[in-house]
Nanobody, 116 residues
Framework: QVQLVESGGGLVQPGGSLRLSCAAS????????MGWYRQAPGGKQRELVA????????NYADSVKGRFTISRHNANNTVYLQMNSLKPEDTAVYHC?????????WGQGTQVTVSS
C-alpha cells in the first residue's frame, strides 16, 4: 500500500509564492511517475498541473508554465511544486498522485487560496 501526504498549502496574496510537498510512504519502488493535480471550487474537474517521470522529465499545464516548477527527491520519495507569481485562478485543492505498476495513488490534498 502507498500513502501520500501533501503539505505547504495556505493563503497567499496575488503575486506571492508557495512550495508544496508530497511525501510518499509504504511499499514504493523508485522511479514512479508523480504529479500534481488541482480541483478548483465550484465543482470543476480535477486537472493536471505538472508531472515528472522517475528520471526527471517534466511537463506542465499551459496555465502554469513559467510560474510553477515540479521537482522530486527520489531518495525520500518526495515531490515538490514551487509556485511563483500566484494568481487568484490558482485557488484550488492541490492533490499529489503517484502511479506504480499501473495503479494510481492520491493524497488527500492541500488547499491553496490566492486572495488579497
Amino acid at each position: 500500500q502507498v500513502q501520500l501526504v501533501e503539505s505547504g498549502g495556505g493563503l497567499v496574496q496575488p503575486g506571492g509564492s508557495l512550495r508544496l510537498s508530497c511525501a510518499a510512504s509504504g511499499t514504493i519502488f523508485n522511479f514512479n511517475p508523480m504529479g500534481w493535480y488541482r480541483q478548483a471550487p465550484g465543482g470543476k474537474q480535477r486537472e493536471l498541473v505538472a508531472r515528472i517521470t522517475g528520471y526527471g522529465s517534466t511537463n506542465y499545464a499551459d496555465s502554469v508554465k513559467g510560474r510553477f516548477t515540479i521537482s522530486r527527491h527520489n531518495a525520500n520519495n518526495t515531490v515538490y511544486l514551487q509556485m511563483n507569481s500566484l494568481k487568484p485562478e490558482d485557488t484550488a485543492v492541490y492533490h499529489c498522485r503517484l502511479t506504480q505498476y499501473g495503479v494510481d495513488y492520491w493524497g488527500q490534498g492541500t488547499q491553496v487560496t490566492v486572495s488579497s
